[in-house]
């Protein structure tokens, strides 16, 4: 008989983690002076008191986060509820199944490589993240069929998306929101293109895109030739599989060739409410909710279900969501209570202190640096975009970087650590999609990230000598 316990897998549950650093930042409510930032004049404020209102906030914080990121919350139950109804019209399966039996085997290295370059412009040059929810469980469908794991399909549409969001050319959440607040300071003439230096964020977004592809590839041909070698070999996925991969037997009926059609539709009216807008209405969040949940009605009665089968299915889709939903809203309880407690400022403020007297490169890292740590308090591109700005690029002009080399010191830093941060909803609603546990997920990326971070410093250098 053997004596020595079996040695179980470490699982980190993320409603335990975040929740967690709920706690801890509420706490430190009342260790840190609150304060005000406003164009990047800091005021220090009567400190918090220890009552329990203001400990209580630590419990608001979960309601409160769900209800300010709704949003995301409702597009995640709609999602899943409009994809049930699609996968029970068989629809997704044997569509899945046809382009695997039509593109894969030698094929398949090619459309991995084509979905991470898609991931990645849509991610840098438009700037969406959130955006990109309906799209993951069908690349996570198409990526086991091709037979490979569901870490590979995760790492697809994240490392895609976030990794061109770094580089960010035309990201008008983070270059734009920084430069806009540029030309109202003045450091920037006034209509100025916003873009400005967007040669050099295209070949960093270029780079990073390369790299992102290459690593990627790597893991999957290891995984594929020997699953066993797999960061997630012991996670069970027979539920995202296809019902099916008899190819032969599997044909796509008129109806759900009309349902693949009504969801491309759904996808590209999308990309064009929210990158144009439809009859001169810009489309938010709440738009591509409503245009799925179209989508999945029309699926419905395409292929003739009842209505209360139809009902009965985007419940079922819906509540099968529910907990990467919810992950969301007490991630966002991380910035809920630190804001309502009026310390994010303080924190800012202080912190960006640090960059005072340094050479032009050791300041350029240390923004780096300052931006990453933020990041996990504070997620969102535009919010440190607007709060960081008027700080930080004053202090680097006087440092001898330019407007330009801060902003694109500051991107690097928001951008690599959104894979890192598990305060970020949204990495863990691509995860959860893939049922990748958070702790694999590091084992894979961390590698990645210090490459990326290594890449930061380099061009971040080249920046420094061209006078960028």
């Known amino acids: ?3 020595k316990k079996e040695k179980k897998p470490l699982s980190i549950n993320p409603f335990v983690l975040i929740f967690g650093v709920v706690v801890f930042c509420g706490l430190m409510t009342f260790l840190v002076t609150p304060g005000t930032l406003k164009d990047g004049v800091y005021q220090a404020l009567p400190r ?23 949003n995301i919350v409702i597009l995640i139950l709609t999602v899943g509820g409009a994809l049930e109804i699609f996968k029970r019209s068989g629809a997704i399966d044997n569509g899945i199944t046809q382009m695997v039996h039509r593109f894969g085997g030698s094929s398949r290295a090619m459309l991995l490589t084509i979905l991470i370059v898609v991931f990645s412009a849509v991610g840098g040059f438009l700037g969406w993240i959130e955006v990109l929810i309906p799209f993951v469980p069908l690349v996570v469908a198409v990526t086991l069929a091709l037979g490979y794991d569901s870490l590979t399909a995760v790492a697809v549409v994240t ?4 990794g061109g969001f770094i580089a960010g050319p035309t990201n008008l959440y983070t270059v734009g929101v920084a430069n806009g607040i540029l030309q109202q300071m003045g450091i920037l003439p006034q209509g100025s293109d916003l873009f400005v ?4 964020r295209v070949v960093v977004w270029a780079t990073i895109t390369v790299i992102s592809v290459i690593y990627i590839l790597v893991y999957a041909a290891k995984t594929h030739k020997n699953p066993e070698t797999s960061l997630v070999y012991d996670v069970d996925v027979k539920d995202l599989r296809l019902e099916t991969t008899d190819t032969e037997n599997t044909k796509l009926t ?6 693949l059609l ?3 539709v759904a996808m590209i009216l999308t990309v064009i409410g929210m990158k144009y807008g439809i009859n001169g209405v810009k489309w938010v969040i709440d738009d591509v909710s409503a245009v799925f949940f179209l989508a999945g009605l029309a699926a419905g009665v395409i292929t003739r279900m009842k209505a209360g089968v139809i009902a009965d299915a985007f419940i079922a889709g819906a509540k099968g969501s529910i907990g990467g939903a919810l992950v969301v809203g007490v991630a966002r309880g991380v910035f809920w209570v ?10 800012i403020y202080n912190v960006t202190r ?3 007297g340094l050479s032009p490169f050791v300041a350029a890292i240390f923004i780096i640096i300052i931006v990453s740590f933020i990041n996990g308090l504070i997620p969102s591109g535009s919010a440190k975009g607007a709060l960081l700005s008027p700080i930080i690029v004053p202090i680097a002009l006087s440092l001898g970087l330019t407007s330009q080399t801060a902003v694109l010191a500051y991107q690097f830093g928001d951008g690599i650590t959104n894979m890192f941060w598990f305060s970020y909803g949204t990495l863990l609603i691509f995860l959860n999609y893939g049922k990748v546990p958070l702790n694999k997920w590091y084992k894979f990326f961390v590698p990645l990230m210090l490459i990326f971070f290594v890449l930061a410093f380099v061009f971040l250098f080249i920046a420094i000598k061209i006078g960028y």
């Open 262 to 264: 009504t969801v491309l």
């Open 354 to 356: 640090l960059l005072e």
């Open 159 to 162: 490392v895609g998306s976030m």
């Open 1 to 3: 008989m053997n004596s």
């Open 197 to 200: 230096g967007l040669g050099l």
């Open 338 to 347: 630190m804001n309502t407690a009026n310390i994010n400022a303080t924190i």
């Open 48 to 70: 918090n008191v220890f009552n329990f209102n203001n400990v209580f906030n630590i419990f608001r914080a979960i309601p409160y986060g769900i209800k300010d990121s709704a």
């Open 254 to 259: 008129l109806p759900q060739t009309c349902v």
